[in-house]
Protein backbone atom coordinates (compact mmCIF):
# COMPACT_ATOMS: atom_id res chain seq x y z
CA UNK A 1 0.00 0.00 0.00
CA UNK A 2 2.65 2.09 0.54
CA UNK A 3 4.56 1.21 -2.11
CA UNK A 4 1.48 2.32 -4.21
CA UNK A 5 0.96 5.67 -2.47
CA UNK A 6 4.39 6.66 -2.88
CA UNK A 7 4.06 5.80 -6.90
CA UNK A 8 0.68 7.46 -7.08
CA UNK A 9 2.48 10.60 -5.18
CA UNK A 10 5.63 10.48 -8.26
CA UNK A 11 3.34 10.47 -10.86
CA UNK A 12 1.29 13.54 -9.62
CA UNK A 13 4.94 15.52 -9.37
CA UNK A 14 5.82 14.24 -12.59
CA UNK A 15 2.75 15.44 -13.96
CA UNK A 16 2.75 18.47 -12.11
CA UNK A 17 6.58 19.46 -13.37
CA UNK A 18 5.65 18.47 -17.20
CA UNK A 19 2.44 20.64 -16.84
CA UNK A 20 4.07 23.51 -15.40
CA UNK A 21 6.72 22.82 -18.17
CA UNK A 22 4.18 22.93 -21.11
CA UNK A 23 2.42 26.34 -19.32
CA UNK A 24 5.99 27.86 -19.33
CA UNK A 25 6.84 26.73 -23.02
CA UNK A 26 3.25 28.13 -23.71
CA UNK A 27 3.46 31.16 -22.03
CA UNK A 28 7.06 32.19 -23.42
CA UNK A 29 5.58 31.01 -26.98
CA UNK A 30 3.04 33.72 -26.65
CA UNK A 31 5.29 36.54 -25.85
CA UNK A 32 7.48 35.57 -28.18
CA UNK A 33 4.47 36.68 -31.07
CA UNK A 34 3.63 39.39 -29.04
CA UNK A 35 6.97 40.73 -29.34
CA UNK A 36 6.68 40.20 -32.95
CA UNK A 37 3.38 41.28 -33.37
CA UNK A 38 4.23 44.35 -31.39
CA UNK A 39 7.42 44.93 -33.58
CA UNK A 40 5.15 45.09 -36.60
CA UNK A 41 3.22 47.19 -35.30
CA UNK A 42 5.56 49.74 -34.08
CA UNK A 43 6.54 50.67 -37.59
CA UNK A 44 4.96 54.57 -38.21
CA UNK A 45 5.73 57.05 -40.64
CA UNK A 46 8.09 59.87 -38.78
CA UNK A 47 6.05 62.43 -37.00
CA UNK A 48 8.68 65.22 -38.01
CA UNK A 49 10.94 64.94 -41.14
CA UNK A 50 12.47 67.25 -43.56
CA UNK A 51 11.59 66.87 -47.46
CA UNK A 52 13.95 66.70 -50.29
CA UNK A 53 12.89 66.87 -54.31
CA UNK A 54 14.75 63.75 -54.92
CA UNK A 55 13.36 60.06 -55.38
CA UNK A 56 14.28 57.64 -53.29
CA UNK A 57 17.65 55.58 -54.95
CA UNK A 58 15.56 52.15 -54.65
CA UNK A 59 17.01 48.40 -55.88
CA UNK A 60 15.46 47.15 -57.99
CA UNK A 61 14.32 50.34 -59.18
CA UNK A 62 10.61 50.46 -59.40
CA UNK A 63 9.35 54.04 -59.68
CA UNK A 64 6.58 54.64 -62.17
CA UNK A 65 6.93 51.45 -62.80
CA UNK A 66 3.39 49.39 -64.57
CA UNK A 67 2.87 45.93 -63.06
CA UNK A 68 0.12 43.11 -63.22
CA UNK A 69 -2.58 42.94 -60.96
CA UNK A 70 -1.50 39.76 -59.68
CA UNK A 71 2.27 40.01 -59.07
CA UNK A 72 4.14 39.09 -55.96
CA UNK A 73 4.91 41.72 -53.59
CA UNK A 74 7.72 43.67 -54.60
CA UNK A 75 10.41 43.86 -52.32
CA UNK A 76 12.91 46.97 -52.59
CA UNK A 77 15.74 48.39 -50.79
CA UNK A 78 17.15 51.97 -50.44
CA UNK A 79 20.59 51.80 -51.91
CA UNK A 80 21.33 55.26 -50.50
CA UNK A 81 23.37 54.50 -46.48
CA UNK A 82 20.76 55.19 -44.17
CA UNK A 83 20.60 54.33 -40.14
CA UNK A 84 16.63 53.44 -40.73
CA UNK A 85 14.26 53.64 -43.31
CA UNK A 86 10.51 53.67 -43.39
CA UNK A 87 8.48 52.69 -46.39
CA UNK A 88 4.52 53.53 -47.12
CA UNK A 89 2.65 51.62 -50.03
CA UNK A 90 -0.88 53.56 -50.42
CA UNK A 91 -4.43 53.85 -52.65
CA UNK A 92 -7.39 55.08 -51.38
CA UNK A 93 -7.27 54.80 -47.60
CA UNK A 94 -5.42 51.26 -47.24
CA UNK A 95 -1.58 51.59 -46.67
CA UNK A 96 1.45 49.27 -45.75
CA UNK A 97 3.88 50.28 -43.90
CA UNK A 98 7.33 48.47 -43.72
CA UNK A 99 10.34 49.09 -41.77
CA UNK A 100 14.45 48.45 -42.38
CA UNK A 101 16.40 49.23 -45.32
CA UNK A 102 14.57 46.57 -47.35
CA UNK A 103 10.75 47.07 -47.85
CA UNK A 104 9.12 43.33 -47.94
CA UNK A 105 5.46 43.91 -47.67
CA UNK A 106 2.89 41.14 -46.32
CA UNK A 107 1.98 39.14 -49.12
CA UNK A 108 -1.65 38.97 -47.64
CA UNK A 109 -1.72 42.87 -47.20
CA UNK A 110 0.00 42.93 -50.99
CA UNK A 111 -3.23 41.61 -52.68
CA UNK A 112 -5.44 43.52 -50.78
CA UNK A 113 -4.06 46.18 -51.77
CA UNK A 114 -2.89 45.54 -55.39
CA UNK A 115 -6.57 44.43 -55.48
CA UNK A 116 -7.96 47.37 -54.55
CA UNK A 117 -5.87 49.51 -56.53
CA UNK A 118 -6.70 47.96 -60.17
CA UNK A 119 -6.26 50.04 -63.08
CA UNK A 120 -4.75 52.84 -60.98
CA UNK A 121 -1.61 54.10 -59.11
CA UNK A 122 0.30 52.95 -55.37
CA UNK A 123 2.04 56.12 -53.85
CA UNK A 124 4.83 54.55 -52.19
CA UNK A 125 6.71 57.21 -49.65
CA UNK A 126 10.02 56.35 -48.75
CA UNK A 127 11.48 57.88 -45.05
CA UNK A 128 15.22 57.87 -44.53
CA UNK A 129 16.89 58.81 -40.92
CA UNK A 130 20.71 59.83 -41.83
CA UNK A 131 22.52 60.93 -38.65
CA UNK A 132 19.39 60.85 -36.52
CA UNK A 133 17.31 63.03 -38.97
CA UNK A 134 14.36 62.08 -41.05
CA UNK A 135 13.81 62.64 -44.49
CA UNK A 136 11.17 62.01 -47.10
CA UNK A 137 12.08 61.63 -50.68
CA UNK A 138 9.92 62.85 -53.64
CA UNK A 139 6.65 60.12 -53.63
CA UNK A 140 6.59 57.91 -56.65
CA UNK A 141 4.02 55.56 -58.01
CA UNK A 142 3.48 52.27 -59.09
CA UNK A 143 0.73 51.53 -61.63
CA UNK A 144 -1.65 48.14 -60.91
CA UNK A 145 -2.94 46.90 -64.49
CA UNK A 146 -5.91 45.17 -64.59
CA UNK A 147 -4.26 42.86 -66.21
CA UNK A 148 -2.69 39.39 -65.13
CA UNK A 149 0.90 38.25 -65.84
CA UNK A 150 1.30 34.13 -66.50
CA UNK A 151 1.76 32.91 -63.32
CA UNK A 152 5.35 30.39 -63.65
CA UNK A 153 8.50 31.43 -65.13
CA UNK A 154 11.11 28.81 -65.87
CA UNK A 155 15.09 29.73 -66.04
CA UNK A 156 18.50 27.83 -65.23
CA UNK A 157 19.86 28.74 -62.21
CA UNK A 158 23.70 28.93 -62.72
CA UNK A 159 26.62 31.20 -61.06
CA UNK A 160 27.25 33.86 -63.75
CA UNK A 161 30.58 32.06 -64.41
CA UNK A 162 32.55 30.53 -67.30
CA UNK A 163 34.39 28.68 -65.32
CA UNK A 164 31.29 26.78 -63.24
CA UNK A 165 29.10 24.96 -65.91
CA UNK A 166 27.80 21.82 -63.67
CA UNK A 167 26.80 23.05 -60.72
CA UNK A 168 23.11 24.59 -62.29
CA UNK A 169 19.22 23.49 -61.57
CA UNK A 170 16.51 24.72 -64.16
CA UNK A 171 13.80 26.02 -61.87
CA UNK A 172 10.13 27.46 -61.90
CA UNK A 173 8.93 30.69 -60.04
CA UNK A 174 5.65 31.42 -59.17
CA UNK A 175 5.09 35.32 -60.10
CA UNK A 176 2.18 35.72 -57.70
CA UNK A 177 4.50 34.88 -54.85
CA UNK A 178 7.90 33.99 -55.26
CA UNK A 179 8.16 29.87 -54.55
CA UNK A 180 10.53 28.27 -56.39
CA UNK A 181 10.71 24.69 -57.22
CA UNK A 182 13.71 22.87 -59.13
CA UNK A 183 12.38 20.63 -62.26
CA UNK A 184 15.86 19.39 -63.13
CA UNK A 185 18.76 19.00 -60.67
CA UNK A 186 22.02 18.50 -62.61
CA UNK A 187 24.09 18.12 -59.87
CA UNK A 188 22.02 14.51 -59.76
CA UNK A 189 23.44 12.95 -62.67
CA UNK A 190 27.02 14.33 -62.78
CA UNK A 191 30.02 13.56 -61.05
CA UNK A 192 34.13 14.52 -60.96
CA UNK A 193 34.90 12.15 -63.97
CA UNK A 194 31.85 12.24 -65.93
CA UNK A 195 30.75 15.88 -66.04
CA UNK A 196 27.36 17.30 -68.06
CA UNK A 197 25.86 20.68 -68.36
CA UNK A 198 22.25 20.83 -69.48
CA UNK A 199 21.08 24.29 -71.56
CA UNK A 200 18.14 25.63 -73.83
CA UNK A 201 15.68 24.52 -71.75
CA UNK A 202 11.87 25.17 -74.28
CA UNK A 203 8.63 24.78 -73.80
CA UNK A 204 5.90 24.58 -76.60
CA UNK A 205 3.32 27.54 -76.21
CA UNK A 206 3.52 27.73 -72.85
CA UNK A 207 2.64 24.02 -72.26
CA UNK A 208 4.37 22.10 -69.67
CA UNK A 209 3.94 19.07 -70.88
CA UNK A 210 5.72 19.29 -74.17
CA UNK A 211 9.15 20.93 -73.31
CA UNK A 212 12.67 19.92 -74.66
CA UNK A 213 16.20 20.56 -73.20
CA UNK A 214 19.75 19.60 -74.34
CA UNK A 215 22.64 17.45 -71.97
CA UNK A 216 26.07 18.14 -73.13
CA UNK A 217 29.22 15.93 -72.51
CA UNK A 218 28.66 12.75 -70.52
CA UNK A 219 25.25 10.72 -71.50
CA UNK A 220 24.51 13.69 -74.16
CA UNK A 221 21.52 14.09 -76.18
CA UNK A 222 18.43 15.86 -76.28
CA UNK A 223 15.54 15.64 -74.08
CA UNK A 224 12.24 15.61 -75.01
CA UNK A 225 8.78 15.54 -73.19
CA UNK A 226 5.64 15.41 -74.89
CA UNK A 227 2.46 14.72 -73.71
CA UNK A 228 3.59 12.42 -71.19
CA UNK A 229 6.60 10.31 -73.56
CA UNK A 230 10.05 11.05 -73.11
CA UNK A 231 12.56 10.67 -75.15
CA UNK A 232 16.33 11.28 -76.00
CA UNK A 233 17.41 11.84 -79.16
CA UNK A 234 20.97 12.34 -80.58
CA UNK A 235 20.73 14.49 -83.63
CA UNK A 236 24.07 14.88 -84.95
CA UNK A 237 24.94 13.49 -88.33
CA UNK A 238 27.63 13.66 -90.70
CA UNK A 239 26.10 16.13 -92.92
CA UNK A 240 25.39 18.46 -90.35
CA UNK A 241 27.49 21.34 -88.30
CA UNK A 242 26.57 19.56 -84.77
CA UNK A 243 23.51 18.24 -82.68
CA UNK A 244 20.71 20.67 -82.28
CA UNK A 245 21.53 23.76 -80.38
CA UNK A 246 19.31 26.83 -79.84
CA UNK A 247 15.60 25.62 -80.22
CA UNK A 248 12.24 26.71 -81.44
CA UNK A 249 9.19 24.21 -81.16
CA UNK A 250 6.39 25.24 -83.80
CA UNK A 251 3.03 26.65 -82.52
CA UNK A 252 1.30 23.86 -82.66
CA UNK A 253 2.56 20.43 -84.42
CA UNK A 254 5.49 18.35 -83.00
CA UNK A 255 7.99 19.74 -84.87
CA UNK A 256 11.24 21.61 -84.05
CA UNK A 257 13.62 23.66 -85.41
CA UNK A 258 16.97 23.73 -83.94
CA UNK A 259 20.50 25.97 -84.97
CA UNK A 260 23.59 23.97 -85.40
CA UNK A 261 26.36 25.87 -84.53
CA UNK A 262 30.46 25.79 -83.96
CA UNK A 263 30.75 27.90 -81.38
CA UNK A 264 33.74 29.69 -79.37
CA UNK A 265 34.23 32.14 -76.52
CA UNK A 266 35.90 35.50 -77.21
CA UNK A 267 37.60 37.50 -74.16
CA UNK A 268 38.01 41.15 -73.70
CA UNK A 269 41.77 42.56 -73.51
CA UNK A 270 40.45 45.55 -70.89
CA UNK A 271 38.17 43.41 -68.77
CA UNK A 272 39.11 39.98 -68.19
CA UNK A 273 35.59 39.47 -67.04
CA UNK A 274 33.92 39.92 -69.94
CA UNK A 275 33.32 37.21 -72.12
CA UNK A 276 31.59 36.95 -75.66
CA UNK A 277 30.24 33.37 -77.21
CA UNK A 278 30.67 34.24 -81.23
CA UNK A 279 29.39 31.39 -84.09
CA UNK A 280 32.22 30.81 -86.97
CA UNK A 281 29.29 28.87 -88.56
CA UNK A 282 25.73 27.90 -88.49
CA UNK A 283 22.67 26.81 -89.50
CA UNK A 284 19.31 25.15 -89.81
CA UNK A 285 17.66 21.98 -89.18
CA UNK A 286 13.70 20.57 -88.39
CA UNK A 287 13.57 17.60 -85.82
CA UNK A 288 10.38 15.09 -85.95
CA UNK A 289 10.21 13.24 -83.01
CA UNK A 290 7.77 10.95 -84.29
CA UNK A 291 9.90 9.89 -87.47
CA UNK A 292 12.91 10.78 -85.29
CA UNK A 293 13.86 12.31 -88.68
CA UNK A 294 16.00 15.39 -89.06
CA UNK A 295 16.30 17.39 -91.97
CA UNK A 296 18.06 20.47 -93.34
CA UNK A 297 16.30 23.75 -93.91
CA UNK A 298 19.87 26.17 -94.10
CA UNK A 299 23.17 24.99 -95.04
CA UNK A 300 24.85 27.68 -97.08
CA UNK A 301 28.72 27.91 -96.34
CA UNK A 302 28.78 31.78 -96.45
CA UNK A 303 25.69 32.74 -94.40
CA UNK A 304 24.76 32.43 -90.51
CA UNK A 305 21.69 31.37 -90.59
CA UNK A 306 21.15 32.06 -86.92
CA UNK A 307 21.24 35.67 -87.93
CA UNK A 308 18.87 36.14 -90.44
Known amino acids: MNNNTEEMKSRKTSYTQQAAASKRAALGLLLLLSLCLAGCGRVEVPAQYGETPKLPAVYPDYTHVTVPVN ?13 DV ?31 AKGHDIRVDVYARQQGQWTHYKPFTITVSPDSIDPYISYRLIAPSYVTYEELTINQRCLENYDETVIYN ?3 AA ?20 YQFHARQHHGGTVIEYDGKMQKVNMKNDSILSAGVYPAWHPTLKLLAYSTDQTMQSFHTRDID ?9 DLILFDPDKNEVQTILNDSTEFEVFP
Do not use: F
Open 191 to 210: NDSDGQCINCHNVQNYNPDR
Open 86 to 116: VTRYSYAGQEIVCGGVKAQPDIDEWKALTAA
Open 186 to 188: NML
Open 71 to 83: IAPLTMELTTPAE
Open 274 to 282: KIEVLDSQS
